[in-house]
């Protein structure tokens, strides 16, 4: 039986309405960007990305990942550094590669939280937990557009960890859709960072419109 505390809801963009959006809803925990998310926004030159990552976090209370683009050990250091003082909630996304996990591990004794990204084998979730990481985030959608099951890595990893006792929390990242984030709870993901409109899209039942369109009906006919 898995033991997890209550699955965390981030939202997967840089858009600072869908943020507010979702931060209105009540149930948002933190947000993740990437480089991809950041340019989508036109958010473009150095200080404007580190303006734009306090903006977010002056939304929302909780963790906020930023991605250093920087591949090699010396400058990731530098630049996750550099992040990490924008605000106490800014995580350090770091890369899957081999200068990621020596920056991760330098991180971590630190105190630096991290996310290591790009995640798409148990082997390196494994790496990314001895190394130290705060999250690790494995590629769904990513693994199911190429006919891999990305859940089955998600469960893959929620048994290594449970079995190791790593602390390390599994970030399901592309998440595309409602049904995603319900497989990823059952899978025994500790967070899910998704668009808003997988988040909306739980909402989402012909039977609830068709309910609600009925007592209102009722309501209405029995009060005139
Ligand atoms: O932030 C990383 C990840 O969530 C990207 O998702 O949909 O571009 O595969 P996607």
């Known amino acids: 039986m898995l033991f997890c505390s209550l699955m965390k809801f981030f939202i997967d963009t840089a858009n600072l309405d869908q943020i507010k ?19 989508k926004e036109g958010i473009v030159g150095e200080q404007n990305i580190l303006d734009h990552y306090l903006k977010i976090c002056d ?7 930023a991605e250093v683009i920087s591949t090699e050990y010396d400058k990731m ?24 996990i020596k920056a991760i591990s330098y991180f971590s004794k630190k105190n630096i939280d991290t996310n290591c990204t790009l995640v798409f084998s148990p082997g390196q979730a494994i790496l990314a937990a001895k190394a130290g990481a ?38 399901a990242a592309s998440v595309r859709n409602p049904l995603h984030i319900v497989k990823c ?3 025994g993901a ?3 960072t998704c668009p808003l409109s997988a988040m909306t899209g739980l909402l989402k039942h012909p039977l609830t419109d068709i ?9 209405k006919a029995a009060n005139s």
């Not at 770091?94 to 200068?99: A, G, T």
């Open 21 to 39: 959006e979702a931060e209105e809803l009540g149930i948002l925990d933190g947000v993740t960007t990437n480089p991809s998310l950041m340019a």
């Open 59 to 65: 939304i929302v209370d909780g963790d906020v990942s």
């Open 77 to 100: 250091i530098v630049e996750g550094e550099r992040l990490h003082e924008i605000h106490p909630n800014i995580v350090v996304k770091v890369p899957m590669i081999q200068d990621g």
């Open 134 to 171: 705060t999250y690790l985030s494995p590629f769904i959608g990513r693994l199911d557009d190429i006919s891999w099951d990305g859940m089955d890595l998600i469960k893959s990893i929620a048994k290594i960890y449970e079995v190791q006792g790593y602390n390390t929390e599994i970030l």
């Open 185 to 187: 709870a059952e899978a």
């Open 190 to 192: 500790n967070v899910v």
């Open 211 to 219: 309910g609600l369109e009925k007592f209102l009906a009722d309501h």
